[in-house]
């Protein structure tokens, strides 16, 4: 019997230990990084607010998940499922939640998923457009580093161009794998499937190649999902691309916009370029939502632009580009949260 997959229930005790770890790894990275980038920790720089950029910067952030929610509903529309932007809204900021309580983003991805079917979308159908929605994003910015390390060496961070350097050779080995794995894809198939076949039953080369078989078949949903986009026709596939450069651009400059509300300037296109870094690493750290690692980064990065008022600015950054999200979305999973225990107290009741 297939076991149904929902969310853990309201009370249960994992939601404590999942809070808990995002909250001390968040004031970990809010504190000690930039203590260490040389910031003073100081409330006093709250007097120095701009409150037109403060306003512009709630303005952004909204207009950022409004983007993200418009590409999941162009997604699903692509699949004749329709969706409201109400819904879509909702969702989104229900994965921020989940991704913010998880190492990398891969609970955000379930939560997704396990909603749309929830809209009564098939869930090869939420799969799908769960998986190109994700990693729709990583395969836009991963070229942004050799293009950028080669064409625009002046506009890129002092302190951050031997990284770029090394994340541009990154990219342009991923990407000519994916080439690779595409044309030569049944060939590696048929090699797996004989390996996993002839493999004694217990050992560790049984369990690497089985691994290994594990993400073959993830890369094959993930070729899937995309083969689907050459279906939506050129006009869909167009927006979604449009929808999430726009979404990353709108996101991304949350850097430099909050940097304004302490009358500090950040380079625009540095500020860009930089937190695409922090995107790409982000998607692989171990800490919720990148906590640590993100402040790090835009730390470094712009100490020199925002020593004055450098603790604030990371802090507001943060809470505009993800803790605001988090806490929203938060409040909506508690929501949809009593809502499904209702659902499972009527089933019961009927049941009974």
């Not at 078989?213 to 993830?218: A, C, D, L, R």
């Amino acid at each position: 019997m297939k076991r149904e997959i929902t969310f853990p229930a309201l009370k249960d005790k994992h939601w404590v230990y999942l809070i808990s770890f995002f909250v001390i790894m968040s004031l970990l990275g809010l504190s000690i990084v930039p203590l260490l980038a040389g910031f003073r920790i100081t409330l006093v720089d709250l007097n120095n607010i701009h409150i037109p950029w403060l306003i512009s910067c709630f303005c952004v952030a909204f207009l950022a998940i409004c983007l993200d929610a418009w590409r999941l509903k162009v997604l699903l529309a692509s699949h004749s499922e329709r969706l409201g932007i109400r819904e879509s809204i909702k969702i989104v900021l229900i994965y921020a939640f989940f991704s913010a309580m998880t190492p990398t983003s891969f609970g955000g991805e379930f939560s997704m998923a396990y909603l749309l079917t929830r809209q009564k979308v098939p869930s090869g159908t939420a799969v799908s457009s769960t998986l190109t929605r994700s990693l729709l994003p990583l395969i836009i910015i991963l070229p942004v580093f050799p293009i950028a390390t080669i064409l625009l060496p002046g506009i890129l961070p002092r302190r951050l161009f031997h990284y770029f350097r090394v994340l541009a050779l990154f990219s342009v080995i991923i990407i000519a794998g994916l080439i690779f794995l595409r044309l030569e894809r049944r060939r590696f198939g048929d090699l797996l499937n004989k390996k996993l076949k002839g493999l004694p039953e217990k050992g560790m080369k049984r369990f690497s190649w089985r691994i290994i078989g594990k993400v073959w078949t993830f890369y094959g949903e993930v070729e899937n999902a995309f083969r689907d986009m050459v279906t939506y026709g050129w006009f869909n596939n167009v927006l979604i691309i449009l929808l999430t450069i726009a979404h990353l651009f709108t996101l991304y400059s949350l850097g430099p916009l909050t940097a304004l509300v302490f009358g500090l300037h950040v380079p625009y296109f540095k500020g860009i370029l930089t937190l695409c870094m922090v995107h790409l690493i982000v998607y692989i750290t171990p800490t919720p939502s990148g906590s640590g690692v993100a402040e790090a980064v835009f730390s470094v990065a712009f100490s020199h632009f925002i020593e004055t008022s450098g603790f604030m600015v990371v802090a507001f950054w943060r809470f505009f580009s993800e803790y605001g999200r988090v806490i929203t979305g938060g409040l909506f999973t508690i929501l949809e949260l009593k809502k499904i225990g209702r659902e499972r107290e009527e089933t019961t009741g009927t049941e009974g």
